[in-house]
């Protein structure tokens, strides 16, 4: 049976780019396949901030850690050397006034289906990227003006990739679906997986 989207099992976070620019019409390709996500009433709440300004790029990086988080934590400097660096934000303003406090944990999951959107089709066009969560919020907020309303909850360096990298190991569905109920195994027929 063939894969039905090749994006999926092609993507791989890269985190070494080449020095080449991305022409803005696939830029654009990729914001607008974000735009295309499901989110919870329609309220697409999501916002992005595209860093090409080198000066800039360090400010992003000065406001990463890596590992754990501590103040002393290193930053992820890979990330400036991505010709670009989207900065993912979410407005909740929308989602809040129609679902109040649910719109805190539903803005985030809109926002998470718009990058995965934006990943896979910067795949189909040979670009790499990686999603980053070691960011210091009130930092990006600051340094890019971003209002109250509006929270930057991660970074997307897009990028040519550098060089190959090596798939990570994924899963297999049978450890981790259930059938009916908890604990049930749905995949007894060991046949159908791929281990
Ligand atoms: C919410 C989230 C936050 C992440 N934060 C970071 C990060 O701060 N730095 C980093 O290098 N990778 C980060 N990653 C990438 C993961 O390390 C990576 O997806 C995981 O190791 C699986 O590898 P793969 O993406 O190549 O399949 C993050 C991924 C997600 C989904």
């Not at 974000?34 to 000066?55: H, K, L, R, Y």
């Not at 890979?78 to 993912?88: F, Q, V």
């Not at 990570?168 to 059938?179: E, S, V």
Request: charged share 25%; glycine share 6%.
């Amino acid at each position: 049976m063939s894969k039905p989207i090749d994006a999926i099992y092609n993507r791989v976070s890269t985190r070494a780019f080449l020095k080449k620019e991305i022409p803005e019409e696939i830029i654009y390709e990729i914001l607008k396949a974000g735009t295309q996500a499901p989110s919870s009433g329609n309220m697409q709440p999501w916002e992005f901030i595209v860093v090409s300004d080198e000066e800039r790029k360090e400010k992003v990086v000065s406001a990463t850690f890596s590992g754990f988080y501590s103040e002393w934590a290193p930053h992820q400097k890979w990330i400036g050397l991505a010709p670009k660096i989207i900065i993912i934000c979410i407005n909740t303003k929308r989602t809040k006034s129609r679902y109040a406090e649910l719109g805190d944990k539903w803005t985030l999951i809109d926002t998470a289906n718009a990058v995965q959107n934006m990943i896979l089709t910067a795949t189909e066009y040979g670009i790499g990227s990686c999603w980053v969560g070691g960011i210091k919020e009130k930092l990006i907020k600051r340094f890019f003006n971003i209002p109250s309303y509006v929270n930057p909850i991660g970074l997307l360096p897009i990028g040519y990739p550098k060089e190959n990298v090596s798939y990570k190991y994924k899963m297999d569905p049978k450890w981790i679906t259930h059938a009916d109920e908890y604990n049930n195994a749905y995949y007894l027929d060991t046949k159908i997986s791929n281990e």
